[in-house]
């Protein structure tokens, strides 16, 4: 089916461990984007990348690493979890130039202990 | 670099009017309007992409001031449907690539 996930919806981890954080889009959407939401801060970005082996900074990225080897993958890495990386994450994709209009996978609840 | 959206909550009875506003301090390309039900992804509403622009979508419509950086939402006749977290999302002329969500306003329709 087309569309965009993630995986997992749910993870607990803890403190210093890596965690990887995994979206999939079926549409050959050029942008995708990462988005943690925090209440009170709404979705702040992460990272964002324009095209294969095209990725940059976005608002809040210390801790996190992404990469964008396919078109149709952008995982996030979280290298040494933290507790303050506990945060329901999005991922974004859309075409920006053509319609504008993003979709949001369904999250990924991450608890750190 | 994230815009500013005012108010952060509203309460509503059914068939009341409501604004959201949403403000930028940098100039900007589009603004989109988004809706975030409770346990749920965002939901795209609309986009505007010119300055003095108008949409609407049902009964929900915005428009975009180029000039002044801002956009506003106008809920009219609202529905318990209606309730939900609504963010203003931008980018920005200097780096097109980017997008930037407010911290939201969260609105909720009584009967």
């Known amino acids: 089916d087309a569309g965009i996930t993630q995986s997992p919806r749910y993870k607990i981890t803890e403190t210093g461990r890596q965690v990887t954080l995994m979206c999939h889009q079926t549409?050959?959407?050029?942008?995708m984007f990462w988005y943690r939401q925090d209440l009170g801060h709404g979705l702040r970005l992460i990272y964002y990348?324009?095209?294969?082996?095209?990725?940059d900074k976005g608002e809040v990225p210390d801790g996190y690493v992404v990469s964008r080897s396919k078109t149709e993958n952008f995982p996030l890495t979280l290298e040494s979890a933290t507790r303050s990386q506990t945060s329901v994450y999005f991922c974004?994709?859309?075409?920006?130039?053509?319609?504008?209009?993003?979709?949001f996978g369904e999250g990924s609840r991450l608890t750190v202990l | 670099q994230q815009p500013v959206q005012s108010p952060q909550a509203v309460i509503l009875r059914e068939g009341e009017d409501a604004v959201i506003n949403c403000s930028s301090s940098k100039a900007l390309y589009s603004v989109h309007w988004y809706r975030q039900k409770h346990g749920e992804a965002p939901v795209f509403l609309m986009i505007l992409l010119k300055g003095g622009e108008q949409k609407g979508h049902e009964k929900i419509s915005a428009s975009f001031n180029e000039k002044k950086q801002q956009s506003s939402l106008y809920l009219t006749a609202s529905q318990l449907s209606y309730s939900g977290t609504y963010f203003c999302g931008t980018q920005p002329i200097y780096n097109f690539n980017k997008f930037y969500f407010g911290s939201g306003t969260k609105l909720n329709v009584k009967p």
């Open positions: 974004a994709s859309g075409g920006l130039a053509e319609t504008g209009e993003l979709f």
């Open positions: 549409w050959s959407h050029s942008y």
């Open positions: 990348s324009a095209a294969a082996d095209i990725t």
